[in-house]
């Protein structure tokens, strides 16, 4: 199995700084996509950003210019550094990956999407 594991969430002031982990674990061959969405009370889940494995990013217009996303492949680890955080970024941060599963033979498997529990972020004073 693979599992997403997030961290770093938590109650920030407005115009603060924070930033998410997400680590993938579990029987991985490799990791594509990757990226991070948000969901605030009431409202639809959205896309943050997303990270391609080649690098390429992609950010919604709220974010971008605050936002930056990043990986270490090495560490199958996505990141969110959140900077001149707004009240409106309170969310429920989710992590999520297109994940190459290791198979049996410790070859290619198959391609599956997974999903973080998600992480509380907080923008209040």
Do not use: H
């Amino acid at each position: 199995q693979v599992q997403l594991v997030e961290s770093g969430g938590g109650l920030v002031q407005p115009g603060g700084s924070r930033r998410l982990s997400c680590a993938a674990s579990g029987s991985i061959f490799s990791i594509n996509a990757m990226g991070w969405y948000r969901q605030a009370p009431g409202k639809q889940r959205e896309l943050v950003a997303t990270i391609t494995s080649g690098g390429i990013t992609n950010y919604a217009d709220s974010v971008k210019g605050r936002f930056t996303i990043s990986r270490d492949n090495a560490k199958k680890t996505v990141y969110l550094q959140m900077n001149s955080l707004k009240p409106d970024d309170t969310a429920v941060y989710y992590c999520n990956a297109d994940v190459v599963r290791r198979s049996s033979y410790g070859g290619r498997g198959s391609l599956n999407n997974y999903w973080g529990q998600g992480t509380q972020v907080t923008v209040s004073s």
